[in-house]
């Protein structure tokens, strides 16, 4: 997750206690992007150690945007060595 927005971080802490409640072993992570595209920053975030699972929320913007513009969602599916989760 990349630092910066509160109310979106309270919220990811907020799904991995539930996850904890329900067992599964869930670790939130923040960092600073520093101008690294985000797709640089998930992979140098899960390179030292490879998650089970990459839960992802997908497609922010149109379908027409991230087919015209790109967008991080396609660049994950494309680069990702874990299984990933998207969510809309």
Do not use: N, Q
């Amino acid at each position: 997750m990349l630092e910066g927005d509160g109310d979106v971080a309270a919220g990811v802490r907020d799904v991995a206690e539930r996850l904890r409640r329900h067992g599964v072993e869930a670790r939130v992570e923040t960092t600073r992007a520093h101008g690294r595209r985000v797709l640089e920053v998930l992979l140098d975030g899960v390179s030292a150690e490879p998650p089970d699972l990459l839960v992802l929320g997908a497609y922010g913007r149109s379908r027409a945007s991230e087919w015209l513009f790109g967008g991080v969602t396609s660049e994950v599916l494309d680069a990702a060595r874990a299984p990933v989760l998207l969510s809309h």
